[in-house]
């Protein structure tokens, strides 16, 4: 078992930044391959971005390409997320996600495919 806490969230001016960060208990991180989902009230939980194990590899929703960067520090058991040039349309829970997998296929994107999950962090957005 894997348990992870996201933190970072907050209240931010559109245009600003904030940085999400997943800690991992239980388990060595650096055998999960770890994603960011959100979820804004009354829609579906989105995906947002995704690296492998290593970081070998990250693949980003295209609606927040070159905006947002997620990367891993695998000796701190950590996963973040750097999200910039925040727009009011970004306001949402955030949420982390784990699998114990080495696969690089497109069920990376999907929620299904992730065995581990996060309480949530909120963003929100001001115009």
């Known amino acids: 078992q894997v348990r992870l806490v996201e933190s970072g969230g907050g209240l931010v001016q559109t245009g600003g930044s904030l940085r999400l960060s997943c800690v991992a208990s239980g388990r060595t991180l650096s055998s999960f391959a770890v994603a960011w989902f959100r979820q804004a009230p009354g829609k579906e939980r989105d995906f947002v971005a995704a690296?492998?194990?290593?970081?070998?590899?990250?693949h980003y929703a295209d609606s927040v390409e070159g905006l947002f960067t997620i990367s891993r520090n695998n000796a701190e058991n950590t996963v973040y997320l750097q999200m910039n040039s925040l727009k009011p349309e970004d306001t949402a829970v955030y949420f982390c996600?784990?699998?114990?997998?080495?696969?690089?296929?497109?069920?990376?994107?999907?929620?299904?495919?992730?065995?581990?999950w996060g309480q949530g962090t909120q963003v929100t957005v001001s115009s």
């Open positions: 690296i492998s194990r290593s970081g070998g590899w990250t």
């Open positions: 996600a784990a699998k114990e997998s080495s696969s690089h296929t497109t069920d990376v994107y999907t929620s299904k495919w992730y065995d581990y």
